[in-house]
């Protein structure tokens, strides 16, 4: 498919939470790719398994979580992993920025020490090293007056400052990959294209690849090259950017660009299609196809079979049988 | 790096502590090296001999306030301020005094007649005097040259040297009776090989040794600390493990582990006391008042109190209670010694006891309360009277009840029954004439008897020792008979202390002498 | 009306799930077996004690456990301790649940009148409340004792009032709470009267965390009996209680040491079983306090 | 937030006013009074009289309490009529004592029950929490008094290894003074220890599962740092507050430990003050717990509104 040998791999990914009640497949067989360097958007309504993805790249799924599957950094297998050899990878190659800056941050302790705690876990950094040097990814992540507010507990930041803060923490040991789980969810406008603009520009800087994970697809038309759409627990689609949002294939792709307010289409009344009805939660895979529930081009047929994945392009994919057709212009 | 909480906890334990150790080094610093550490069964209460009203407080007083008459190894009354046992009048109405001369109290100031006078006119009038009954007889107080003290009584009243050789005896130094007053408690002044020190708190007394004693030569001790432990158990342990030199009211359950240590030395005295039942008889309202018919069975029917006594087994109520270690008793007086009556206990006779309740045609059983101060050991001895009485038809209820409610229902006459003890006096008159004479404030059985009241007159005026000693010898049968109260044992107060510990006076009246004490060779 | 339905509805539903995690627990379940089997020795002291426990026998006292047909020795007095641990249960017993129940019927509705009424009538309660926790439990148990005598009513008397405040609070607490909610709004808005709104309709709702209270109180109060009767303002002699039966003993742990253990043992086993199955309890109806 | 100051000293204020009420009346509500447990022995009516002249409590109620409240505010208890010296000495001459018992016994609560509720609270539900929490249950369950009583048992009848009983001075003694504290501490602390350990132990998990403790583990901290700095330290905020409240029980329990260790604190003096109706002592006693109580409670009441809301948006505490 490619040249150059994926920086992550993902094949095969299924995250299973036992209950008496019934196990949940939260996420069942997923496959991606990320290429160094890249910036990749994962997309789906929430409960869709996409944080869940993210979070078993590191390890961090929740306790009663069971993931099986092959999650790839560099050729080395992360799954079962000794959490020793994990927790090295956390932070120095694999950083991650979360979704609430304020409750993502410890109130108790500085801002600066939460930065410093990387470099001195990483690069074993003195204590004294490891502040200047968080001074200056404070500095480099737009944080004004960095020595000052390095002595601020997050409180006294600011949502947009705070966010700067969990960014600057990610890049500190100028990782390979920054997973970002909807970073600019919990910010205003203005604040979200700052941030936004911040990765484009680190990315550019420091050339991590990053994954962004959002719901929010004005975040994916900004910033991403690839998208990945999730529904369920499965990827439905997967295609470049401008294809998809020009012509996404599958019905679910279709309704979530349906639901985006389109920046800048002045005067229009942007109606958002609302997808009616829930994510659903399964079992085990389903023999059917997940989205038939809500689909509104659902036929027989969607209903007797697991639909399969195929090629729609390069770099593209989809997995439906009804898929919309591309109406060339 | 530690987190902020954190730190604010240690910041508050060390504080804390560092105050802690401050107070404590204010109050309590290495000041008292060598000192022989005593451990006292209760608190003194004002360490004022005019105030006074404890038994403790005597032994403290025993160490620093000496008294114109004490008494010997034998109890027989020597004297100590005075130069001699008292010249009395044939009519016993003069008691003339002789005072040693060259003595001076501890703050230096001297001895004479004069101070005498003014401690014993201040027993005598002051408004919170507990010496004033004691003195009641003396009308007036002379100092008939400056070796020389006078007492006129106003009737003759054979008990007084025996008073004078407790604290109605203790000198105080007029000068710092003049300065402190009521509060001569504080800092109280006598003659004594050891002067008073510091009274950090209730529980403790320190004592040092005093440049001014007239036989200083002879003390060798420092000082004493006294130091209040209140519970036997804790006494006993404390003994032990070494933190405490002599320990006094040595608990009878400890007794065997004490007396086996090889470390230790105990000596048992019997004491001048005794514990009994008080029966009301006659309390209608108020010791103080006059007394009457009571609504008391046992006050109706004297066979009934007979027959209480019958079921009791004074020997095994000693046995099971005490283990053995008291001595079963059944008058006011002590057991041995010059005022020992001889006399032989009524023993257990259930059948006798049983007929008895019979024949007062009462429905059985027949209920009585009685009031135990609420410690575990009156507990348990009311519980055995309350099983040996129930054989006779009787249901005692025990009403373990708190010591100062005890005594204040006591008083004031709202009991059937109740158990109180008295630590007992040197004169067999102050062991029975405040509990059988009408209006007297310790007489809680409303007690009245024609009988008792003349012979206790009839002791008092009594000079014959031998004599004195029938007179109270048919005062306790009588007393015997008449059942207001029903004496049960004396208990043994046993003296615990470490080997290297000599030379301690413990004599009958079990008071703590350490004028001639050492602290000898290792513990 | 409909409403109401459906909130009984969903209590039965919350009960029958609050049984279920109760019992899916066996720490829980070992609680509620120890409280029974608690209680039946209470009820069935009479028939399953070997001997009296009030009757000396001055002929064997101290005897270790199993000589001369005593299971766990004798007293002081000579008196089945084993007999004496099982009457003591009821002692335990009574002074633990009476004071108890007894203290949360008082402050229930001192609480409710509180929550719901606010203001003054809050602030004085409040006060009061605040006063009865500033003064040392036990010296008004000490002082009650003195004034009325020791006796097994001024024990639950006392034990009784000390559980006053903390339910007041409880209670205050969750009223406040339910006050805001949209029914009790309408009702009063319907010109309910106060009462019917504070007794039919609030205090169903607060019930559970009062429950909890309660079962956790229970173990609190039954240590305090104790410890009263550690101090001798108990029950009277010869009433068999485990507080006093350890009093006693302390002159005698020399000599026979298992008369200082056995009580304390039955003390302690009880208020597990109580605090494990109060634990489960809370658990059970308030899922989300822990 | 001065207005909430005010109220909240205003508030503590009217509690002890009312608390000094209380007690003032409650202490004469006993039978007897001082001057009958002073006189046991000789119990004359005149000198009754003459004692409860000179502390005067023979003047009318009202009168009495303004003269007693009047000089208790300026730190005078007056005088004991037990013991003839003033109570404000004998106080501060016993609450050195206790406080060091209560500051061990805090001292012990905190290194059992903050380590065990950390490590309970690891894996909830698993083997550790198990032996954990039921270990606290226990603690909770068992009466102090008793636990003393099998301590002296084993460590000092049995093994000999520490005194029964007693107390010896810090300052000629630190050794010995330590030696006679360890017991009561242990004993004093355990119950603590157990609040303590639950509240740790729910503390720790509530931000186990923050957002804060996630991004900590993203950054591959090891699991040391993440629950002993992370997770503990908010923890701690909730866990201060619940020791600050554990002082009532710590005030009870001064009295039975100190009274089945024979140790001379305030707790003993209390007990006595009852038993000899040491008027003033048990005023001041009784004054001085509740100074404690509506000062502790103050403090964690303004310390508590002054963290909350920085800590409830956080969602680092419930």
Redesign the interface.
């Known amino acids: 498919m490619s040249e150059t040998p994926p920086l992550l791999s993902i094949t095969d990914l299924h995250v299973r939470f036992p209950s008496p009640e019934g196990d949940v497949l939260a996420v069942g067989g997923l496959d991606l790719e990320i290429r160094p360097g890249e910036m990749l958007a994962l997309v789906g309504e929430s409960g869709c398994g996409k944080s869940l993805t993210a979070l078993s790249i590191l390890g961090l799924q929740p306790p009663t979580a069971r993931v099986s599957g092959s999650i790839r950094l560099s050729g080395q297998e992360l799954i079962g992993l000794p959490p020793k050899q994990l927790r090295d990878i956390r932070g120095k190659d694999v950083a991650m920025v979360f979704q609430e800056p304020m409750s993502s941050l410890n109130p108790a302790f500085t801002v600066g020490r939460q930065v410093d705690e990387v470099t001195r876990r990483h690069e074993q950094l003195s204590r004294r090293a490891a502040r200047e040097r968080s001074i200056e990814l404070l500095d480099l992540v737009g944080v004004p007056e960095p020595a000052r507010r390095a002595g601020e507990y997050p409180h006294q930041l600011s949502g947009g400052m705070r966010q700067r803060v969990m960014i600057a923490m990610a890049i500190a040991c100028s990782p390979k990959l920054i997973i970002a789980d909807e970073p600019t969810t919990a910010l205003d406008a203005t604040i979200q294209a700052q941030v936004l603009a911040l990765f484009e520009k680190l990315r550019a800087d420091f050339g991590s690849a990053v994954l962004v994970i959002t719901h929010d697809l004005g975040v994916v038309a900004e910033i991403a090259e690839r998208v990945v759409v999730m529904y369920a627990g499965y990827k439905v689609e997967q295609a470049p950017v401008h294809p998809l949002f020009a012509h996404p294939r599958h019905p679910y792709t279709a309704g979530l660009l349906g639901a985006v307010p389109m920046l800048g289409a002045i005067g229009e009344t942007a109606v958002l299609t609302e997808i009616p009805g829930t994510v659903p939660v399964f079992a085990d895979v389903p023999e059917h196809c997940p989205f038939v529930s809500r689909c509104a081009r659902a036929q027989p047929d969607c209903h007797e079979a697991f639909p399969a994945r195929h090629a729609t392009g390069p770099d593209a994919e989809v997995a439906c049988v009804h898929e919309l057709e591309v109406v060339s212009s | 790096m530690l987190?902020?909480?954190?730190r604010?906890?240690v910041a508050?334990?060390a504080l804390?502590?560092v105050?802690?150790?401050c107070?404590?080094?204010v109050?309590?610093?290495?000041r008292n090296?060598g000192y022989l550490v005593v451990a006292l069964a209760g608190?003194?209460?004002?360490?004022?001999p005019t105030?006074s009203?404890?038994?403790d407080s005597r032994i403290v007083f025993a160490n620093m306030c000496e008294k114109l008459y004490d008494v010997n190894a034998n109890l027989k009354l020597v004297p100590e301020l005075a130069a001699a046992l008292p010249t009395i009048s044939a009519d016993g109405l003069t008691y003339d005094i002789p005072i040693r001369s060259g003595i001076r109290f501890n703050d230096g100031s001297a001895l004479d007649a004069d101070a005498v006078r003014t401690s014993l006119m201040h027993y005598k009038t002051d408004?919170?005097?507990?010496r004033?009954?004691e003195l009641k007889p003396v009308t007036s107080i002379q100092a008939l040259n400056p070796t020389t003290v006078r007492l006129h009584l106003k009737t003759p009243f054979s008990p007084l040297t025996s008073i004078l050789a407790d604290r109605s005896g203790m000198v105080l130094s007029p000068g710092a009776l003049a300065r402190e007053g009521?509060?001569f408690?504080?800092n109280p002044v006598c003659v004594g090989p050891f002067s008073f020190q510091a009274?950090?708190?209730?529980?403790?007394i320190d004592l040092t040794r005093s440049p001014f004693y007239y036989n200083s030569k002879s003390v060798t001790l420092p000082g004493i600390t006294f130091?209040?432990?209140?519970?036997?158990?804790?006494r006993a342990?404390?003994l032990r493990?070494g933190?405490?030199d002599v320990i006094e009211q040595a608990?009878p359950?400890?007794l065997?582990?004490l007396s086996s240590d090889p470390g230790l030395n105990t000596k048992t005295v019997p004491s001048l006391g005794y514990t009994g039942i008080y029966i009301n008889v006659g309390n209608v309202n108020g010791?103080?008042k006059a007394s009457g018919t009571v609504n008391n069975v046992l006050a109706k029917y004297p066979a009934l109190r007979q027959a209480l006594d019958l079921s009791l087994d004074r020997v095994?109520i000693n046995?099971?209670?005490f283990d053995g270690d008291y001595t079963p008793s059944c008058t006011p007086l002590p057991t041995t010694g010059q005022w020992a009556p001889n006399l032989t206990c009524p023993t257990r006779d259930i059948a006798k006891a049983r007929q008895l309740v019979a024949q007062t045609g009462l429905p059985t059983p027949i209920t009585i309360d009685l009031l135990v101060p609420?410690?575990?050991?009156n507990?348990?001895l009311?519980?055995?009277i309350?099983?040996m009485a129930k054989d006779a038809g009787f249901d005692v209820?025990?009403?373990?009840?708190?010591?100062?409610?005890l005594?204040?229902?006591g008083?004031s006459g709202r009991f059937q029954a109740q158990i109180t003890g008295?630590?007992g006096r040197l004169d067999p008159d102050q062991d029975i004439s405040q509990f059988y004479l009408p209006l007297s404030?310790?007489n809680y059985s409303g007690n009245n008897d024609t009988q008792i009241n003349t012979l206790i007159d009839e002791g008092r005026t009594t000079v014959d020792t031998a004599a004195r000693r029938q007179i109270y010898r048919q005062i306790a049968q009588a007393a015997l008979a008449q059942r207001g109260i029903i004496y049960l044992y004396d208990a043994g107060l046993t003296l615990a202390s470490k080997k290297n510990v000599t030379g301690i006076g413990y004599f009958g009246d079990a008071l703590i002498r350490l004028q001639r004490a050492s602290l000898g060779g290792t513990a | 009306m409909n409403a109401l339905a459906v909130a009984d509805s969903g209590r039965a539903l919350a009960r029958r799930k609050a049984r279920r995690r109760l019992t899916a627990r066996p720490l829980s379940v070992i609680g509620l077996v120890g409280v029974v089997v608690v209680v039946l020795v209470a009820l069935l002291a009479n028939w399953i004690s070997p001997h009296d426990p009030t009757l000396p026998n001055f002929g064997q006292v101290l005897a270790p456990p199993g000589a001369g047909g005593h299971l766990l020795g004798t007293d002081q007095l000579g008196r089945d301790v084993l007999s004496r641990l099982f009457y003591g249960s009821r002692t335990t017993l009574v002074a633990g649940v009476l004071a108890t129940v007894l203290g949360t019927l008082v402050a229930v509705p001192i609480g409710l009148v509180a929550g719901y009424f606010r203001g003054w009538t809050d602030v004085v309660i409040s006060r009061l409340v605040d006063v009865v926790l500033a003064f040392p439990f036990l010296i008004f148990a000490v002082g009650l004792a003195a004034i009325l005598g020791p006796s097994l009513r001024n024990v639950v008397l006392a034990l009784g009032v000390a559980q006053i405040p903390g339910v007041i609070r409880v209670v205050r607490g969750e009223v406040f709470a339910q006050r805001e909610l949209e029914y009790v709004q309408a009702e009063v808005v319907n010109g309910t009267p106060t009462r019917t709104i504070m007794f039919r309709h609030i205090l169903p709702n607060v019930l559970n965390p009062v429950v909890v209270q309660t079962s956790l109180a229970v173990p609190a109060t039954i240590v305090g009996a104790a410890i009263l009767s550690f101090l001798g303002l108990g029950v009277q002699p010869p009433t068999a209680d485990w507080g006093t039966m350890l009093s006693d003993a302390e002159n005698y742990l020399g000599q026979a040491p298992w008369l200082g253990v056995f009580p304390g043992v039955a003390i302690f086993l009880t208020t597990l079983c109580f605090n494990l199955f109060g634990d489960g309890l809370r658990d059970a109806l308030d899922p989300t306090a822990r | 937030m001065t207005r909430l100051v005010l109220y909240r000293v205003g508030s503590a204020l009217i509690t002890l006013l009312l608390a000094s009420i209380v007690v003032f009346l409650a202490v004469r509500a006993l039978p007897g009074g001082p001057a009958e447990a002073l006189s046991a022995e000789s119990n004359d009516p005149a000198v009754l009289k003459a004692i409860n002249h000179k502390y005067g409590f023979d003047q009318p109620l009202v009168p009495q309490y303004f003269r007693w409240l009047g000089q208790a505010v300026t730190g005078n208890f007056g005088t004991s009529p037990n013991s003839g010296l003033s109570v404000s000495s004998t106080l501060l001459n016993d609450l050195p004592v206790t406080l060091e018992l209560a500051v061990l016994a805090l001292l012990v609560a905190v290194v059992i029950g903050i380590p065990a509720g950390v490590l309970s609270a690891r894996r909830p539900g698993g083997a550790l929490d198990s032996v954990g929490s039921t270990g606290a249950l226990a603690g909770l369950s068992i009466p102090h008094f008793w636990f003393g009583i099998l301590l002296i048992l084993g460590l000092s009848v049995e093994l000999k290894w520490l005194p029964a009983a007693g107390f010896v001075p810090i300052v000629p003694d630190p050794l010995g003074n330590l030696e006679h504290m360890l017991m009561p501490a242990v004993v004093l602390g355990t119950g603590i220890a157990a609040v303590v350990m639950r509240q740790t132990r729910s503390s720790v998990i509530t931000a186990m599962s923050s957002d804060y403790v996630r991004t900590a583990r993203a950054k591959g901290l090891s699991e040391w740092d993440v629950i002993g700095h992370h997770a503990l330290r908010n923890s701690l905020i909730t866990v201060v507050t619940v020791i600050g409240l554990q002082l009532g029980a710590l005030i009870g329990g001064v009295v039975t430990v100190e009274q089945v260790f024979g140790i001379p604190g305030v707790g003993k003096l209390t007990l006595d003050s009852v038993y000899d109706r040491d008027y003033p002592t048990l005023q001041g006693v009784v004054l001085l717990t509740a100074l404690g109580y509506v000062v502790t409670n103050l403090i964690v009441d303004l310390v508590y509104s002054v963290l909350n809301p920085r800590i409830r948006v956080a969602g680092g505490a419930q």
Do not use: C, H
């Not at chain 2, 009274?199 to 403790?204: A, F, I, R, S, V």
């Open positions: 987190s902020r909480p954190t604010l906890i508050v334990s804390s502590l105050l802690t150790s107070t404590a080094s109050l309590g610093a290495a090296a608190q003194t209460g004002i360490l004022d105030q009203s404890t038994f408004a919170l005097s507990a004033k009954s009521d509060n408690g504080r009274e950090p708190n209730p529980d403790e130091r209040v432990v209140v519970q036997p158990a804790v342990t404390d493990s933190d405490i608990a359950q400890d065997t582990t010791s103080t095994a046995k099971v209670v609420n410690d575990s050991l507990e348990e009311g519980t055995v309350q099983a209820r025990v009403d373990a009840t708190e010591f100062t409610t005594l204040s229902d008083a008295w630590s404030s310790l």
